[in-house]
């Protein structure tokens, strides 16, 4: 099935620095969606956006809804070692539609202490 | 905690067999949708229920099917089961004020 492009795969860093990965579609999505997955986990929604070029913030986090509606990238400042997961882009394609969540791959963070 | 809870948590069948994975959405979510995801991969959409029809499905052939049930729970129904078919099984609710979807912490099905 569709996938989106998200990257980096995955991200090795210090505790203590920024992080940023984005998210790319060849389709146009009306709402976007960051998720953050434990191992073992279900997925826990961190941010949604629901309009091109919102800029929206959760605490460390800040996320944006590319103005194509194409793309999203997700921020984490200062990060600690609760962030370590696995975080996944998801686009939705109609507000209320039947058409379900089109996931990226996800990007794997591992931060060293 | 995101009020969506699943059953079983681990599930172990062999080839050919049947499988009924079960979930019960946050209180107040009418929709459910249920995702397959692979080893390493993001989740895949299976299909959505509303008011207890099927009204939205992904890329799955038809021995994938469902129920949802008066109080919105919901149920995942596979057969003649496939070695392919291992995977996490995740069930999502969607808020009618947000249309957000809330996932469960998913059924880990083994088939060998």
């Known amino acids: 099935g569709q996938q989106l492009n998200q990257s980096p795969q995955s991200m090795f860093i210090q505790e203590g620095e920024d992080v940023s990965m984005n998210c790319t579609s060849s389709s146009i999505f009306n709402t976007w969606l960051w998720y953050k997955q434990d191992p073992g986990e279900g997925p826990v929604l961190l941010i949604a956006?629901?309009?091109?070029?919102e800029l929206t913030s959760n605490g460390r986090l800040t996320a944006q809804f590319g103005i194509t509606r194409k793309d999203s990238f997700l921020n984490i400042s200062a990060s600690i070692p609760s962030d370590v997961g696995i975080y996944f882009c998801a686009g939705q394609l109609s507000g209320g539609g039947a058409d379900g969540l089109t996931f990226g791959k996800g990007t794997h963070l591992i931060i060293q202490p | 905690e995101t009020g969506v809870t699943q059953s079983p948590t681990h599930l172990i069948k062999t080839r050919g067999q049947q499988v009924t994975l079960r979930c019960s959405s946050q209180s107040g979510h009418n929709t459910v949708s249920w995702y397959q995801q692979a080893l390493g991969q993001g989740p895949q959409f299976i299909f959505q229920?509303?008011?207890?029809?099927?009204?939205g499905r992904g890329n799955f052939p038809p021995r994938f099917s469902g129920l949802q049930f008066p109080n919105y729970s919901s149920e995942l129904n596979v057969n003649a089961l496939e070695l392919d078919d291992s995977a996490l099984y995740l069930c999502?609710?969607?808020?009618?004020?947000?249309?957000?979807?809330?996932f469960g912490p998913g059924t880990r099905l083994t088939v060998l």
């Open positions: 229920y509303y008011r207890e029809e099927e009204n």
């Open positions: 956006l629901y309009k091109a070029g």
């Open positions: 999502a609710s969607r808020s009618p004020s947000t249309d957000t979807q809330y």
